[in-house]
């Protein structure tokens, strides 16, 4: 009998916990997406020497804060 629930590890997971799994991922994913911009706000503000300091030049580190939180 086919069913429509996908399945992890050959077993059918229910509709709810599928749910959860989507919001957990979507969690993580805006998370993710809120580090990335406030360590490319603090990447911006650092000066020529601490950016020396890391190896990167100014121009990386604007290339870097250009880029979207979810890249």
Do not use: F
């Not at 989507?22 to 020529?48: F, S």
């Amino acid at each position: 009998m086919p069913t429509n629930l996908p399945a992890i590890a050959g077993k059918a997971v229910p509709r709810s916990r599928r749910r959860r799994m989507t919001m957990a991922c979507l969690l993580r994913l805006w998370r993710r997406g809120v580090m990335r911009y406030r360590q490319r706000r603090t990447l911006a503000e650092l000066d020529e020497h601490l950016l020396r300091d890391i190896g990167v030049t100014r121009r990386e580190a604007e290339a870097e804060c250009r880029k979207p939180p979810w890249r």
